[in-house]
């Protein structure tokens, strides 16, 4: 399945009070971490960058897209547009997370994928960590069309929602699918534990 990765880090990070996509983890960034972990299974992975976009495009390898939004306080919904807008005409699907979400597992990613190619009227592959929904995730290209055309008042779960019957979410021990780290308290949280794969 030829998949793109879509890493969402335009916003201001104000609650952290310094860009989230640059604080380091295990020895890498937050974008440089998920950009590994998508390049596993994704043939091309798009950083959408808005606010900070000065301070943290220099730190992004030449490995990765990058897509500006013009207007980051529109919300995560228009940088999922930037990116989708990008999105190559051979993509099979797509798979989206925000770099609130760090500690995403490759296996995660990969089981992901596995269980939308498993099945072919499954246009949504979600994962669940214990009964909890969480990112990233994983969509048929298909889908790109109706993210594109939603309003900018509108959220990405509307079509989420209109595809319930066609959505597989996945049971996974993945805690980092929950992990929205978007204070110092949780980054703490996050830095104090083991070190990650």
Known sequence: MNCTGVILAAGASRRMGRPKAL?????????????RVFQSCCGEV?????????AIRPRIGSAANVAINPDPS???????????ALLPSSADAFLFTPVDCP??????V??????????????????????????????RASLAPEFLSLPPTAQAREVVH????QTIYLDTTDPGVLADIDDPQAYNRLVSRASLP
Do not use: Y
Not at 46 to 54: E, Q, Y
């Open 23 to 35: 604080l380091p983890i295990g020895g890498e960034t937050f974008v440089d971490r998920l950009t």
């Open 46 to 54: 798009i950083i959408v960058l808005g606010h900070h976009a000065a």
């Open 74 to 84: 529109r919300g995560q919904l228009s940088s999922l547009q930037c990116a989708l």
């Open 103 to 108: 500690s995403i597992l490759e296996s995660t």
């Open 110 to 139: 990969v089981s992901l994928l596995e269980a939308l190619a498993a099945h072919p009227k499954t246009l949504l592959a979600i994962p669940r960590f214990q009964g909890r929904r969480g990112h990233p995730a994983a969509c």
């Open 162 to 165: 209109r595809h319930a019957d």
